[in-house]
């Protein structure tokens, strides 16, 4: 980042930075806790993820005060202008990851007297630990300005739907072998839907920091059905 003449508008971008930084941060326990919580179906866990949303919340407005404040005082053009646009969008993704990861803590609160299929984790898992690696892998491309990475995520959006297009088969053979499993997996089946939502936030922080850094915007169409890399076998 350039420096400017105002030391002061400096300060105001770097602290925008740390701010996305720290909402990053607490995004990413948030939705590694929630998968803990749901797979353990570990009540007092799921309660911690439900009680850190406010904080990313707060966060967030803190974030879009502090821009449109520096919008106004310091009429920002070309880069500045969207390192200020770009912390606002990426503060409002981080924001909903946040909310999917604490409605995953509120579904496991509502399982936990239910009888558990522990084979129905298995792709729930590997739903989850591919969007918690696009999650850091785009929260270090915003980091470090990297265009390259960041349309490496926006390539892999595809990957998480197949995720979910399989994991939503399984759950349903799952229910359909034993109605007694019908209102755990339909549980499993939300849960699946914000993982999935929690990847296209990623995508959408991914095609901000392609304009971030180029001035650019990435097609509307993005990319799918490119298949997973990940099997769905424990």
């Known amino acids: ?42 009540t007092e866990m799921a309660r911690r993820v439900v009680a850190m949303d406010p904080r990313l919340d707060a966060l967030q407005r ?22 200020i646009i770009a912390a606002i969008r990426v503060s409002g993704d981080l924001e909903r990851v946040g909310d999917l990861a604490k409605n995953i803590g509120k579904r496991t609160l509502k399982i936990a007297g239910e009888a558990r299929i522990p084979r129905a984790m298995v792709g729930l898992r590997h739903m989850n630990d591919l969007a918690a690696i ?35 088969r399984d759950l349903l053979t799952f229910m359909m072998e034993d109605p007694r499993n019908i209102s755990f997996c339909t549980h499993l089946l939300f849960c699946s839907k914000n993982i999935e939502r929690v990847g296209d936030h990623a995508t959408n922080i991914a095609e901000t920091v392609v304009y971030l850094v180029t001035g650019n915007t990435l097609p509307l169409e993005r990319p799918k059905g490119l298949g997973s890399s990940l099997p769905l076998t424990a």
């Open 1 to 42: 980042m350039a420096e400017h003449t105002v030391q002061s508008f400096d300060h105001e971008l770097e602290t925008l930075g740390r701010s996305i930084a720290e909402m990053g941060g607490i995004a990413e326990k948030m939705l590694a806790d929630s998968m803990d919580a749901l797979a353990r179906v570990d």
């Open 62 to 83: 803190q974030i879009e005060e502090q821009a449109i404040l520096t919008l106004a005082l310091r009429q920002p053009m070309a880069l500045d202008l969207r390192e």
């Open 134 to 168: 696009q999650l850091k892998d785009v929260l270090d491309a915003y980091a470090h300005r990297d265009e390259a990475r960041a349309r490496a995520v926006w390539l892999r959006d595809g990957e998480l739907d197949a995720l979910e297009d399989s994991v939503f």
